[in-house]
Each structure stands twice: as structure tokens, then as C-alpha cells.
């Protein structure tokens, strides 16, 4: 097994390579965002118990019914950050004519599978760092920050989560010498 980095290993055998990338940070940006997390709950929770405290017909009510409906949306994405940074990984495994990726969040996660043979532009997607969308994509609190792009069947789809510039910049050669040897092993 080779390592990119401290969050990147590559294993090539038996006629497979496989990527793991582990979406793990910073200790200090893991409590910044549990502390985010729990501090979230605790409005709801809040919420929820003053809204319980209101008379029936009071119209306030019914505000903080709206209120905690996109409260419970924003818990549910906040729980899936928190537990991408703690527990999360992204898989990729080019095996059998097809690659294989999947996020995994404690083992659980849906894999999509490309067919080789119809990946084309395989390469690192063109970013701003000044931008506000770039921003925010890289930021600790979204599942996101994808570095590597390809096009299949005409549709462009990115990997590559929470990778930097240089771990990208070393997995695109490997990615291509990977597909470039399941190519040619499909065509025998």
C-alpha cells in the first residue's frame, strides 16, 4: 500500500486499484464543529420546549412549527457533516472494466459505478480560490471539496472529496495509469 499523504492510501494488486480517503481534519475543527453541532440541538431543543409553553390559539405557534421544520432539515445535514469528519471515507476501486465510488459514512453509502471504457478528460477541475462557492465547498461543515473530474456517457461527475492541490495532482497520474491497464486488460 502507498501513501499520498496522511489522509490518501493507494493499494494496486491483483489486477485492482483502490484510493481511500479519509475525511478526517483537524482535531481543533473536529470540536469547533461537534461544539457547532450540539449547540444546534440545544436551539431546537429550546425552541421546541417554548413553543410547547404557548396557548393553543397563539399565532407564534405556528411560526415556530415553520421554524423547527427547517431546523430539523439543517440537524439532519449537520449530523451527516459530523459524521463524515469523524467516520467518513471516500472508496474508489478500478476493478473488472468499471470503476467503483462510493462515500462511505461508518461503512454505509451508496457506490456508483462508471464503466471504464467511457471515461473521457479524466483531470483536476479548474477552481477560484476567491471564490465565495469555492469557499464554502471547502469548508468543514459541507461533504463536499471535490478535486478531480471526469466526463462519462457525456456527463461530468467529480471525486476526489476534501483532497489538496497536491494529493489531486499525484492521484490523477495513478487514476490514469490504473484505467489506462484495465483498458487494455479488457481488450485481451
Known sequence: MERISTNVSVDRKDGRTSVV???????????????WALAWIVCGIVVLMERSRLPEGDPT???????????????????RAVLWRLRGFELWRIKDGTLTVKNSILGYGKASTYFVDNIRKLGLIAVDPTSWKWQWNQSAWVIGGERIGFEH?????????????EEARRLVPILKDALKEERKAAAN
Open 21 to 35: 480517503i479519509s475525511a478526517r481534519t483537524s482535531r481543533g475543527k473536529q470540536t469547533v464543529l461537534v461544539t
Open 153 to 165: 456517457t457525456g456527463k461530468k461527475n467529480v471525486i476526489g472529496k476534501n483532497l489538496t492541490e
Open 61 to 79: 405557534r405556528q411560526y415556530m412549527l415553520a421554524f423547527l421544520a427547517f431546523w430539523a432539515y439543517f440537524a439532519v445535514m449537520i449530523g
